[in-house]
Structures are given as structure tokens and as C-alpha cells.
């Protein structure tokens, strides 16, 4: 597999606008706008960073997988996302070598990329992202 940098840190947010007020008017980080992803029951903000970029997550149904991240642990860093050149090729890589897959195949995710997410039970409690762009 080959992981070309840290794409972003996604962090759960009760709301966006909250939580953009740190980001943007504390730390000064451009605030690129929001998408909503109704597959993932998300709308998210993006402030880059770098090469990387901060994702604020805020759920659109009490039953997303935010929302219930939220319930669970609060609000908070939620995944991390790595880049990689060939999502497919990585998703074969890890499933070969034994990583719990939550995303057997890859997804539509914010800003046109494609993702997936490998389960926290394997990789010691971080909630994974591969994503390509």
C-alpha cells in the first residue's frame, strides 16, 4: 500500500458553526465551506491545514454514525484519514493481511473522494480512513 501523507483529522461537532469559531477566528484556518454527504448522514467543513486538513463532522440524523459516535465518546477526534494512491489496492492489502474492513469496497465522501474505513477493533482503536483523491 501506498499511504502518500495524513488527508485530514475528521472531528464530530454537536454543530458546525460551534465548532468553526475555534477553528477559524482562535487558530485563523481558512474555512473552505460545507457539504452535506446523505449517504453518510454528514455535513462537513474543511479548514486545510498543510498538506492536511481539519474536517468538522456534524450528523444530520440522530442515527449517523457521528451522532452515535457523539452519544458514545462526545464530541471530539472521530478518524483519522490517510491518502492513498490506490484505495482498492490498499482495501485488498489490509483485508490480505488481517485488518477488520468496515468498507468492503469504497464510498462517495466529501469533496469527491473515494473512501473507506478500516474497523477499530484492528487497529487499535483508531477509526481509519483510506480516501482517494
Known sequence: MNV??????GIAVN?????KSFWSDVLGLHFEGLETVKEQK???????????????LESTEPDGPVAKFIEKKGQGVQH????????????????QKGIQLIDEKPRKGAGGAKIAFLHPKSTQGVLVELCER
Open 80 to 95: 483519522i484519514a490517510f491518502r492513498v494512491e490506490n484505495l482498492e489496492t490498499a482495501l485488498a492489502e489490509c483485508k
Open 42 to 56: 454528514v455535513t462537513t467543513a474543511f479548514f486545510p491545514v498543510g498538506e492536511s486538513e481539519v474536517e468538522l
Open 15 to 19: 454543530h458546525i458553526d460551534e465548532g
Open 4 to 9: 502518500l501523507k495524513i488527508d485530514h483529522i
